[in-house]
Every structure is written in C-alpha cells, then in structure tokens.
C-alpha cells in the first residue's frame, strides 16, 4: 500500500478582526449591540483599574498574594460576554475580568484576596465555580458539568478557562479526551500569555500553535489574537454554537500578554525583557477596543475620562464595604464549617475544645 | 433474602439505588460492556444504557475529576478505580477538589459522590494490586472512608454511601469479593455511616479491625475462647473515618485489654488513631500496652511471600497473648 496523508478531521485557523494597530477587517467585524460592546468595555476597564488597585492595597500589605488579570481581559470578557445566565463558567484562577462580568461581586474578589473564605463563596444565582488554583485540575470538572447537561438534554454549554502551563498538564490531555469521546457541549478557552511564571510559551510545548492541540483530539481549534475582544468574541460565538447544537467540544487558543506578575510573589523582571512588556503594551486590548469604540462614535474621550472616574469611586467603595466585612468576620471559628454536610462528632469536640481554650485564655488575659 | 457474595451484593446496591435515583450513574475503566474486571458492575449496563453505565478511557483523574463535575450539576456519581493503587493518578482531585468543593464554595457544592476501589492483598495479585492505604483518605478532611467487612455490610453501607451529601471513599477488599456468602435481604437495607459495632460480645479483651481482616481476627478469637479459655470482643469498624470510637471505648473500658488488627502499614496506620483515641478517653482503664498486629512498613511483597506480609490468624493470636498477660 502506498503511504498517504491522513485528513486531520478538523482545521486549525488563525483569526483577527481588529489588528495591534487598530485597523479593522470589516468583512469579518461581528454586529453585536452597541449596549453589549460598551459593557464590554466597562468591565474590562473596571477590571484593570481593579487589578491595579489589588497590586497597590498588596504591596501595603493591606491584602494577601494574588494573581492579576492585566492584559489578558479582553480574552476573558470577550468570550464570557457570550454565554447566556444559564451556561457555567469553570475558571482557573487568573479569570477576575470574567468573574466580574458573570456577576461576582468584587467585594468578595477583594474578601478571598485579604484571606476570607467567605470571599470564594459564589451568589446562588451564578453557576459559575469558585477559583480552582492546581493549573489545569478545573478542566476535568468542566467535563463533567458538560457530560450532565447532555445527560439532562438541557441546552446549556460549559466554557473552561486555563493558560499555556496547564496544556502541559495530565488533567488537560484528559479533559480534552474526555470530553471529545463523549462529544460534550464545553468550550476550552486557553488564554496563551506567553509565560507560565518563568517559563516561556516555547519551553511549554514544541507544537507551532496550542490550537492545533485540538485535532488530535477529534475537535476543532482556533487561535485568536487574544487582545482583540472581537476575534475572541467571535471564535467563542461559535464554538459555543457548535456546542448548543449537540456537535461537541472546541478549543480556543486567545495568544495574549501577561502584563504583569504572575503572582505578587514573583518578579518578571527575573526572567523576561523589558523591551518584551514594551512590545506587548501597544497591543494593550484595552485602548484598542477604545478606539475602535471612538471610531464607531460610541465613546468619546470626554467619556472614557468620566468612566474613569465612576470607576475609581466604585472601587474606592469596593474597599470600604470590604474593609466593613472583614470586621465582621474575626471569629476563627469559621474554619471548622463547610468540611461536611453535617459536623462529624469527632470535629465537633475538636472546635468545643479549641473554644474553650480560647475562652480560658481570654479569661487569663483580662484576669 | 438471598445468599450473595460481596460482588454481587453491591451489584445489587447499584441496581437499586440506579432505579430509584436516575441521578444515580457509574462510570469507571471497563465497567460498562465488560461489567468491571471484577463484574462488580455487571450487567447495568443491559438495564440502564451506556449514558448510566459508563465506558471511560483509563483515566483515573479524569473519572474522578468529571465525577466531581457531575455531583457539582446534581448528579450521584459513583465512580470506580480498578485496583487501589491505581488511584494516586486521581489523588489530586480527590485532595484538591472532592474533600474541599463544599468548603471553597461556602457550602454552595457539596460533592454527593462515592469512588469505589478494591484495595488489600491475599489474591495473588501483580504489584500495585494488593495494598491497603486508607490513611491517605481517611487523613484527608472532607472526605468520609468506608471499609464493609462482607456482602451484607457492603450492600448496606454503599446505599449509604450513595445516599450521602459528602464524597464517600469505598474500599472492596477483593480477597472477600467471592470468598464468602451472605444472606442479603432482597428490600432496602442501610446501615450509617460513622457507626462501629461489636460482631462478637465478651469481657476479656477487645479485638479491634475492619475489612478482610476482620474475619482473621474473629478466627483468633475463636481460637482464644477454645485454647485459652478467653472471650474477647470483636469491634468491626465499617467507617474508618469519621472514625466512630464509642463501642470500642465503652468495650476497653470493660476489658482493659486491646489489641488492633488491620494490614495497612504499621507506622502511622489507622491503629495509631485508635490507640490515641484510647490514650485520650481509657487510659485509665487500661489493664497493658494496646497492642497492634499490622502490615509491616514494607510495600506488600509479590505473591509468592504475600501472605508473610499480611496479618494470619497466628500473629493475631500471639498479639492477643502479649495483650492478655502483660
């Protein structure tokens, strides 16, 4: 038998709407509402005034380590801005810009940063699931969502959040799989930020692109330019199509920068350029979608700086509700809740007997 | 009633809480078509299809991981590893996500979900196929550790399992799998989880265990009762944790004389909670030192010396002596 080529089964395509330098392919531009384009906006401008205010408020201590969403929010909000109320959302745990547009309060972003559990707690009316920090371990749980909306024939959809370390992970390999095999609706959204805390985009893997990761799957991918909400919004348009209408899993590689630290607890500068972060701040998605906004006459400068405004007093407001919380919440007894359903007797003795050794030492204390 | 082994006891716990629950699924490598490598699953998938009987691929953190994902949409997973000791693939979703979701989520997930596995040596097994390590599980918070000790408490306890809010570890010993039958009711039977009890009563010494090693034990105490002329008091545990310490406290403060049966490692192993439970609330009721007759600290050794490793009726014997006559 000669050899031959096998047909992958499915492309991997490459797609950009709105370029680093603002210029637009118009054949390609989406119709999306210009209500839904300016929250967009809001929310990713939001997002990164937030993030800034977290690396201040951490540096004065005032909260604990946390891990900053600049630079990757039109990868985020532009693909969480597609599911409807009733599809989860499964993040990892760089994923506060798509947090806030599915509706967590920031208050309780800013609780779970300053050591609160309270704060991963997740509104009822979200399905959304709280932060999970082993990279790539939310991927599997995703699946498994995505495998009961099928059972219960609803027609929901699943869309998962990880970065280019976690494609490096077993559980990633497993819930592609998984996932293709039994043709479930999810969405694997990759945000490819170019470093996983040192380690390069190159070092994690040989292949040319993550997206084309998918075709030895059975499942189609798609790399977007991560800092264009338009590509991203559109790529998860229809891989969230695809997914409603019973075809299966996609994955979508969002290239992106990582603007800022991977953690407050590590610095860049270690081991990346200068010259890099300058490179990738002029395609900063934020400015880019502003001017594309400005040049469909929908936000004027006039407006932006107003913006700015409103949002540098919500955050402000933000602080002091939380600060107000987390004086409510001192009693260390706390820790002894949520493990079970319902309180095993050999934990109820383990609190009763720490609360009164903290009463007896309280009681030496004053005495 | 009928005369099952375990396999076909918790087959038949399966099938019922499958028809009574249809949140209720099994998923795991080649327990569809195939019914288990044990039969374990045997035949659900003739009744309840393949959405309900479920063939994965041999991926033990993805089996676990989606289980997770499926208790957090509402459904009563029950999850199989094929061997034990093939179930550290799945330790991290186990540890990182099942013991703590209902915690990280402030008690808006709880994880309803059960992950069966035979575990233990004495069938002549290949390596990783024959270990006993339930302190990992039960030294993890938020998970529940379930050990039946034969057909009629497996059925029993895995209803419970099944039933239960929190992710419960169920471990099958596979030396009893078909070595022992017993008479199982054909109706609803469940037995708590976090509740011991004495399966042999008497006032000279208590005899601790749970498992295949229970059976051991109760031979020792025959063996005792007949050469000895001792009647000691057998404690099965069934949970291993949460760890139910009230029938063997009130049965060392009877006897005064303890000794710990199980074939996990010695160092650390769950006689080690035991006896500090014991130090904690008998201590002085304590007529000598609670002796422990346990697996060595050594990985079980292959087949041909397997049964060295594992706690006979003779050591168990011998331990009890050194309990009774100190």
């Given amino acids: 038998m000669p050899r031959k080529k096998f047909e992958p089964g499915h492309d991997v395509e490459h797609l950009s709407i709105l370029d680093e330098k603002g210029k637009l392919d118009s054949r ?6 210009d209500e839904l384009l300016l929250k967009m906006h809001r929310t990713m401008l939001f997002s990164r005034r937030f993030d800034e205010a977290l690396l201040k408020w951490q540096r004065q201590g005032r909260i604990g380590t946390f891990a900053p969403v600049s630079g990757q929010e039109a990868a985020q909000v532009g693909s969480a801005a597609v599911l409807e109320e009733e599809d989860w959302m499964v993040p990892a745990f760089r994923e506060f810009a798509a947090a806030v547009w599915r509706g967590t309060p920031p208050v309780g972003l800013l609780l779970y940063t300053a050591g609160y559990n309270e704060g991963g707690a997740i509104p ?9 920090i082993p990279v790539a371990s939310q991927l599997v749980h995703a699946v498994g969502i995505a495998y009961g909306i099928k059972y219960r024939e609803r027609e929901q959809v699943v869309l998962t959040y990880f970065g280019d ?58 790399q977007v330019d991560g800092n264009d909400l338009l590509a991203v919004y559109v790529a998860t348009q229809e891989a969230v199509e695809r997914a409603r209408a019973g075809k299966g899993p996609t994955l979508i590689e969002c290239v992106t920068y990582r603007l800022s630290v991977h953690t407050t607890a ?63 919440l001192g009693d260390p007894m706390d820790m002894f809740e949520y493990i079970f359903h319902e309180m095993p007797p050999y934990l109820e003795e383990q609190r009763d007997a720490y609360a009164e050794f903290l009463k007896e030492r309280k009681e030496n204390h004053d005495g | 009633m009928a005369d099952l082994t375990m396999v076909e006891a918790i087959n038949l716990a399966l099938r019922q809480e499958m028809e009574n629950d249809d949140r209720v699924l099994v998923l795991g490598e080649d327990v569809g078509v195939d019914g288990g490598v044990f039969r374990v699953t045997d035949g659900l998938i003739d009744e309840f299809g393949e959405e309900r009987s479920i063939d994965t691929p041999v991926a033990e953190a993805g089996i676990v991981g989606m289980s997770i994902g499926m208790a957090i949409y509402g459904l009563r997973p029950v999850c199989e590893m094929q061997f034990s000791g093939f179930s550290y693939f799945a330790f991290h979703q186990v540890e990182g996500h099942a013991a703590r979701m209902r915690w990280r989520s402030r008690g808006r997930y709880g994880i309803p979900m059960v992950i069966r596995m035979p575990y233990g040596g004495g069938v002549h097994a290949l390596e990783h196929h024959s270990e006993s390590r339930e302190v990992i599980y039960a030294h993890t ?11 009629r408490s497996a059925r029993a306890l895995l209803v419970s399992a099944i039933r239960d809010p929190d992710p419960v570890i169920f471990f099958e010993s596979k030396l009893m799998y078909r070595s022992l039958r017993e008479e199982v009711p054909d109706d609803e039977e469940t037995l708590p989880i976090g509740e011991s009890r004495v399966v042999r ?97 050594v990985h079980v050794p292959y087949f041909a010396r397997e049964q060295a490793y594992l706690p006979d009726v003779d050591r168990i014997v011998y331990g009890a002596r050194k309990a009774l006559n100190a």
């Fill in chain 1, 28 to 33: 390609l531009e989406p119709e999306i509402d």
């Fill in chain 2, 201 to 297: 009563e008497g006032s000279d010494l208590t005899m601790i265990s749970y498992g295949a090693m229970l059976h051991r034990t109760l031979e020792a105490a025959e063996k005792l009762s007949e050469d000895d002329g001792v009647e000691p008091e057998v404690v099965d545990l069934l949970t291993i944790s949460p760890l139910d310490d009230r029938k063997f406290t009130d049965s060392v403060r009877k006897t005064g004389r303890v000794v710990v049966v199980h074939e996990a490692p010695r160092s650390f192993g769950p006689a080690g909670e035991i006896m500090a439970r014991i130090n904690e609330r008998s201590f002085y009721y304590l007529e000598a030192p609670v002796e422990r007759v346990t697996g060595f600290d």
């Fill in chain 1, 165 to 222: 370390g976690a494609t490096s992970e077993g559980d990633f390999h497993e819930a592609m799989n998984m996932a293709a095999v039994f043709s479930t609706p999810i969405v694997f959204v990759c945000q490819n930020n170019q470093w996983a805390i040192s380690v390069p985009r190159e070092k994690q893997a040989r292949s040319r692109t993550l997206a084309q990761r998918a075709l030895a799957y059975g499942m189609p991918g798609i």
């Fill in chain 2, 141 to 151: 918070p938020g998970l529940k550790m379930v050990i039946p000790s034969g057909p």
């Fill in chain 1, 124 to 132: 009822e009316e979200q399905h959304d699931l709280p932060i999970a």
């Fill in chain 1, 266 to 328: 590590d610095d860049p500068g270690k081991y990346r350029s200068e010259k890099e972060v300058k490179k990738w701040e002029k395609r900063d998605p934020i400015p880019r979608f502003q001017n594309y906004l400005g040049n469909k006459n929908l936000l004027s400068k006039d407006e932006i700086e107003k913006l700015e405004k409103e949002i540098k007093e919500e955050i402000q407001g933000v602080w002091h509700e939380t600060e107000k919380q987390m004086e409510r």
